[in-house]
């Protein structure tokens, strides 16, 4: 299960990569903060995902975690960057604009996913969890 994530992770990293080149010669100005924006959160939260992956301990928050990360880059970033990409400008129409409303629901997925990676380090068992205070 979590070789499926790193997978799906590494697939993100490649097409986050290849758009990153490609429009680095094809992005309009008045799109590129966009662009950037759409970068950089694929970015962060393909790495996400990947520690999410690779964390010591196995647990359904912490699998839920890394796919809700999949999900928002996918969500996020790659509707934001595929309508960029065909269209140059954002007000442009693309055949991304019916998915547009799931933006704001890859950000949310963000979120989730951080949310769910902190649950399931805290709840990891005692094993796994380096804390300083050995007294409990």
């Known amino acids: ?9 590494a697939l993100l990293g490649l097409l986050l990569v290849a758009a990153g080149a490609a429009g680095a010669h094809t992005v309009p100005i008045d799109a590129n903060k966009q662009w950037q924006s759409a970068l950089l959160y694929g970015f962060v939260h393909t790495l996400a995902a990947v520690v999410a992956a690779i964390m010591p301990f196995r647990s359904r928050l912490q699998l839920a975690s890394g796919w809700a990360f999949i999900l928002s880059v996918v969500m996020f970033s790659g509707i934001q960057i595929g309508k960029i990409m065909l269209a140059g400008i954002p007000g442009a ?4 604009d019916t998915l ?7 950000g949310v997925a963000f979120i989730v996913g951080w949310l ?5 380090a ?3 068992p005692k094993l796994y969890r380096t ?3 050995q007294e409990e």
């Open 1 to 9: 299960r979590m070789r499926a994530i790193i997978f799906a992770a």
């Open 93 to 96: 129409p693309t055949p991304f």
């Open 100 to 106: 547009t409303f799931l933006v704001p629901a890859g």
């Open 116 to 120: 769910l990676l902190g649950l399931s």
């Open 122 to 124: 805290a709840t990891a």
């Open 131 to 133: 804390d300083d205070n």
